[in-house]
């Protein structure tokens, strides 16, 4: 196996990468969550009467200011000047997904033109999204579920395209 993890060192030991000898490139990623919730809740979204207030709204802005603060919540992440944060949040009703769950999906979006990737970036802000949805209707409905948060999308730098199957 020819593959190494990038963030250990020749001893084992963890360190950031140091990437000072790569070229700038665009970068982009795609993430998605979702977050399953009782259908009252989800009724309770869109109807926009949930008593937090637009829940949506405040999971498109979390989101992007999670993107912001990645390298300063996951301790090997480089700190990026990011060109772009981009959060969807998608209401998904009874009969929308094959397992009939009902709740929000989250795309994220985020680019960058530098010397690493921004896969993190749209993780953390796709984690977030679902987070604050959480936060936002936990007091009517604790056993939201967070599920399927991954990277769908990945283009740029040495390796190129990535796309999930």
Not at 12 to 36: L, W
Not at 117 to 125: H, K, R
Not at 137 to 149: F, H, L, N, P, S
Request: net charge negative; charged share 25%.
């Amino acid at each position: 196996m020819g593959e190494q993890l990038t963030h250990i060192d020749e001893k084992g030991d963890v360190r950031m990468v140091d990437v000072s000898a790569k070229p700038d490139t665009e970068r982009i990623a795609i993430a998605e969550g979702f977050i399953s919730m009782k259908p009252s809740t989800l009724a309770l979204i869109v109807e926009g009467k949930a008593a937090k207030g637009d829940v949506l709204a405040c999971a498109r802005v979390a989101g992007v200011m999670a993107a912001k603060q990645t390298s300063s919540l996951i301790p090997m992440c480089h700190p990026l000047n990011i060109t772009k944060a981009k959060v969807e949040c998608t209401p998904v009703f009874e009969g929308e997904r094959d397992d009939d769950r009902v709740g929000i999906h989250i795309i994220t979006t985020c680019g960058v033109t530098g010397k690493t990737g921004i896969e993190m970036e749209a993780l953390t802000a796709a984690s977030m999204a679902c987070l604050t949805v959480y936060d936002m209707c936990k007091a009517v409905d604790r056993g939201m579920e967070i599920t399927d948060v991954r990277l769908l999308k990945k283009d740029g730098g040495k390796t190129g395209l990535w796309l999930r199957a």
